[in-house]
């Protein structure tokens, strides 16, 4: 059966396991911040200039990453930000005090700024328009997955070993990875192992399009751009707040210790796990219900939005098993939603500008996520987390009300 499947949804699950890892590296701090805030003598608020450095980079690399996969390629462009991202995880386990971490979470930062505008980027190359939902659900699964690994691994390597560990081990996966990558892709012009009846479908696929914004300038003043970009930037606080902050709220609230944090810290990420695999399955089952392919994108963003109303309610929370059912609901609606806007860039950009285009509405959300980790950097530790859930939450809603109204069936 396997042997039967069409080498696009190899590719996607080749592209799907890098992105597990990626978001495994990533993660690695947040699961050993606690550890870290005791060895570095660490405040919540010198966290969160970690985590800054991080988001800094990442946001202006967005751009520079969707530009530098359309100039040398999806391969060569995508296996030298691995690389780095693999190198800068590993180094990690040299820090001495928070500003070294902060530096080498800076250069983290920098390098996986590429996982997402690669993943969209292939979706465009290699799939038809009715599969480009699944398609992208399956690799956004992948930042579901890698969060979901990294509290019981990252726990089990500082517990067996030392916290320089976990960030050695997590890092020597992505550079296995890698050297996979180099090995098994190539655009669909020229791999060898496709077949020249999809080669022929695929290529016909991306022919140019005269009405699809076709350079940067196209994009940036493209209305669809905007569209997409402002939703992004207000929906992907919600996402950091979970990566980065999930394991500090459960100690600081619920007083849970490292192996508690193993037991119950990846369960919003399995949730979240089925809000990509939705965002995949709901566009296609409301398209053959007569909705548009716009309409299915908005209607699927929308959802998600209105399902953020649970993780609001966290303050309500009487016991960590409550927060941890509620952060499920959170991170099931934000991959929900997520799924449908990062759907949106390959649908309405040109593959030719759609790494550039999905970069810089990357670079949009990770400004609004680094806005938001400042606010709770100044304000968790004096006013406490829940006014921040509730505004998360209003902040999807916010977002939901900007795409319909800017998004046309026309880009």
């Known amino acids: 059966?396997?042997?039967?499947?069409?080498?696009?949804?190899?590719?996607?699950?080749?592209?799907?396991?890098?992105?597990?890892?990626?978001?495994?590296?990533?993660?690695?701090?947040?699961?050993?911040?606690?550890?870290?805030?005791?060895?570095?003598?660490?405040?919540?608020?010198?966290?969160?200039?970690?985590?800054?450095?991080f988001q800094a980079s990442y946001t202006v690399m967005q751009t520079v990453a969707g530009a530098v996969l359309d100039a040398l390629g999806t391969r060569l462009g995508f296996f030298l930000f691995a690389v780095g991202w693999a190198l800068s995880n590993m180094a990690h386990a040299f820090a001495t005090g928070w500003m070294s971490l902060a530096f080498f979470r800076s250069l983290l930062g920098a390098s996986e700024a590429a996982a997402i505008p690669a993943g969209t980027k292939t979706v465009a190359q290699w799939f038809p328009a009715k599969e480009k939902p699944l398609a992208t659900s399956l690799f956004q699964m992948g930042t579901s997955v890698g969060n979901m690994i990294a509290p019981p691994l990252v726990a089990f390597c500082i517990l067996a070993w030392n916290w320089q560990a976990a960030f050695l081990v997590t890092g020597a996966l992505s550079l296995v990875w890698a050297g996979m990558w180099w090995v098994g892709y190539r655009d669909p012009a020229v791999h060898p192992r496709l077949s020249q009846a999809e080669r022929d479908a695929i290529v016909a696929m991306n022919q140019p399009d005269a009405t699809k914004p076709a350079t940067k300038g196209q994009v940036l003043r493209s209305r669809s751009f905007w569209a997409i970009a402002v939703p992004r930037f207000l929906a992907e606080p919600a996402w950091q707040t979970f990566n980065f902050f999930i394991p500090l709220y459960l100690v600081a609230v619920w007083k849970l210790d490292l192996k508690s944090i193993a037991l119950w810290a990846w369960l919003p990420f399995l949730a979240a796990d089925f809000g990509s695999l939705a965002a995949g399955l709901l566009p296609p089952w409301l398209m053959k219900r007569g909705s548009s392919m716009l309409s299915s994108r908005k209607i699927t963003m929308t959802m998600g939005a209105l399902c953020m109303v649970g993780p609001a309610c966290i303050g309500l929370a009487t016991s960590p098993e409550m927060a941890i059912a509620l952060f499920c609901i959170g991170g099931f609606a934000h991959q929900l939603l997520n799924g449908a806007l990062i759907?949106?860039?390959?649908?309405?950009?040109?593959?030719?500008?759609?790494?550039?285009?999905s970069g810089m509405a990357g670079t949009s959300a990770w400004v609004g996520g680094m806005l938001f980790t400042l606010l709770i950097g100044q304000s968790a530790d004096v006013f406490g987390y829940n006014p921040l859930f509730v505004a998360l939450a209003g902040l999807d809603l916010l977002a939901a009300v900007v795409l319909w109204s800017l998004l046309r069936a026309r880009p």
């Open 343 to 357: 759907t949106l860039c390959a649908d309405v950009f040109d593959s030719r500008t759609v790494g550039t285009a």
């Open 1 to 53: 059966m396997l042997r039967k499947l069409p080498l696009r949804w190899w590719i996607i699950a080749l592209i799907t396991l890098g992105t597990i890892l990626n978001y495994l590296a990533r993660s690695t701090l947040s699961v050993a911040a606690p550890t870290l805030k005791t060895e570095f003598a660490m405040t919540t608020e010198q966290y969160s200039w970690v985590v800054l450095a």
